[in-house]
C-alpha cells in the first residue's frame, strides 16, 4: 500500500501564493506519476497539475497554467504544487495522486481514474 500526506493548505488572499506538498510512503516502488486534482463545493475533481516520474513532463489544466508550478523530489518521495496569483476560484480541497509505472502516454496524466493512490485532500481558501 501506498500513503499520500499533504500539507500547507489554508487561507490566502486573492494574489497570494502558497505551497502544497505531498509525501508518499509504503511501498512507493521506483517509478511513479504524480498529481493535483482539487474538488470546489458542488463540484467534480478536476485535473490541476502532473508530472512524470523523472519530473522532465508536466502538465496543467489550462485554468492554472503560468501560476502554478509542479515538481518533485525523489529522494524525498514529495511532489510540490507551488500556486501564484491565486484567485477565489481556485478554493477547494487539493488532492494528491499517485500512479505506478514507467512512462506514459500524455493524455492519461489528465484522469483521475488512472491514479492508483489518493491522499486524504488539504483544504486551500482564497479570500477575495
Not at 467534480?44 to 522532465?56: C, L
Not at 496569483?85 to 492519461?108: I, K
Request: charged letters at 20%; one cysteine or more; glycine letters at 10%.
Amino acid at each position: 500500500q501506498v500513503q499520500l500526506v499533504e500539507s500547507g493548505g489554508g487561507t490566502a488572499q486573492a494574489g497570494d501564493s502558497l505551497r502544497l506538498s505531498c509525501t508518499a510512503s509504503g511501498r512507493t516502488g521506483i517509478h511513479y506519476a504524480l498529481a493535483w486534482f482539487r474538488q470546489a463545493p458542488g463540484r467534480e475533481r478536476d485535473f490541476v497539475a502532473a508530472v512524470n516520474f523523472r519530473g522532465e513532463i508536466t502538465y496543467y489544466a489550462d485554468s492554472v497554467k503560468g501560476r502554478f508550478t509542479i515538481s518533485r523530489n525523489n529522494a524525498l518521495d514529495t511532489v510540490y504544487l507551488d500556486m501564484n496569483s491565486l484567485s477565489p476560484e481556485d478554493t477547494a480541497v487539493y488532492y494528491c495522486a499517485y500512479r505506478v509505472g514507467a512512462e506514459a502516454h500524455g493524455h492519461y496524466y489528465y484522469r483521475s481514474g488512472w491514479y492508483d493512490h489518493w491522499g486524504l485532500g488539504i483544504q486551500v481558501t482564497v479570500a477575495s
